[in-house]
């Protein structure tokens, strides 16, 4: 194999956010992280200090979303939850920006909500990914094109004092054109992009889209070192068969420029 176990389950951030996550949910997704050896568990504030609870001592650790999924709440209302989350023993926090500023051309805006929720969490030795929802940036905005304004993004936040950006939430889903809605999550382009955006002290972390081991080693082919997944047990059961069984081309990536068969 390309890579070993390890190295791809500590890429994994196992996401427990769907909105009908129940106790139950909770505590057999953290048993499911911890079994599997993954980097954390990505989940609601709320669960923050249950969820620290149980990985105690497991060597996963525990991520919370602050303004999530929107990035629409104050600034202040998104430094205070990082605040809670972090007394509560988050020690990532996946932070989204404010979408209709960024769109607007609101740069400074942007900026200091990154550097709010940055500051905050790095008083409480916690780092930051701040996702960008490139789905909602796909026709580009505030006179840049799709690929400049995520550009721009990029920048903002490692000036802002990011530790990852990140290319989705996993529901930032758009209105198609039959009425429908649907999103790519995070795609080969846009992994390159904001790799190639930002300097080596700034990770990238992939969401949305991943749903198997393939896509799961092309973002770390891509330079991506963490990766948002419900389907962690797939993905890392997948591997210990092909390490036990070599299936040769079984790690060639379809050419779709998608990185997996379905949504984060």
Same mark, same amino acid.
């Given at each position: 194999m390309k890579y070993t176990y390890e190295e791809l389950a500590k890429m994994i951030d196992h996401s427990l956010l769907h909105p009908t996550m129940t106790d139950r949910d909770l505590e057999e997704g953290c048993t499911l992280a911890a079994k599997y050896g993954v980097a954390s568990v990505c989940i609601k504030p709320y669960a923050v200090k249950r969820a620290a609870e149980l990985l105690q001592g497991s060597g996963v650790l525990v991520g919370a979303v602050i303004g999530f999924?929107?990035?629409?709440?104050?600034?202040? $209302?998104?430094?205070?939850?990082? *605040?809670?989350?972090c007394r509560d023993g988050a020690v990532e926090i996946d932070m989204v920006i404010n979408i209709g500023k960024a769109l607007s051309g609101d740069w400074e805006y942007v900026e200091r909500d990154v550097k709010a929720v940055c500051d905050e969490a790095h008083q409480h030795q916690a780092k930051v990914k701040v996702i960008l929802e490139n789905d909602y940036l796909a026709q580009g905005g505030a006179g840049l094109t799709s690929d400049e304004i995520k550009i721009k993004l990029c920048q903002i936040c490692e000036s802002a004092g990011a530790d990852w950006v990140k290319t989705s939430t996993g529901y &930032?889903? #758009?209105?198609?054109? %039959?009425g429908t809605y649907a999103y790519k999550g995070a795609t080969e382009h846009d992994l390159g992009l904001? /790799? !190639?955006? #930002? $300097? !080596?002290? #700034?990770q990238v972390k992939a969401a949305g889209g991943?749903? %198997?081991? %393939?896509?799961? @080693?092309?973002?770390?082919?891509?330079?991506?070192? /963490?990766?948002? +997944?419900?389907?962690?047990? !797939?993905?890392? %059961? *997948?591997? /210990?068969?092909?390490? +036990? !069984?070599? @299936?040769?081309?079984?790690?060639?990536?379809?050419?779709? &420029?998608?990185?997996?068969? &379905? &949504?984060?």
């Open positions: 999924p929107h990035g629409n709440s104050c600034t202040e $209302s998104k430094r205070y939850e990082t *605040e809670l989350a &930032g889903f #758009v209105k198609q054109s %039959d904001m /790799r !190639a955006s #930002v $300097s !080596a002290k #700034v991943v749903r %198997d081991l %393939d896509g799961l @080693i092309k973002v770390r082919d891509l330079g991506g070192s /963490r990766c948002g +997944a419900t389907a962690t047990a !797939a993905m890392l %059961d *997948e591997y /210990r068969r092909r390490e +036990a !069984a070599p @299936i040769p081309g079984s790690e060639q990536q379809n050419r779709t &420029g998608s990185l997996g068969s &379905g &949504g984060y």
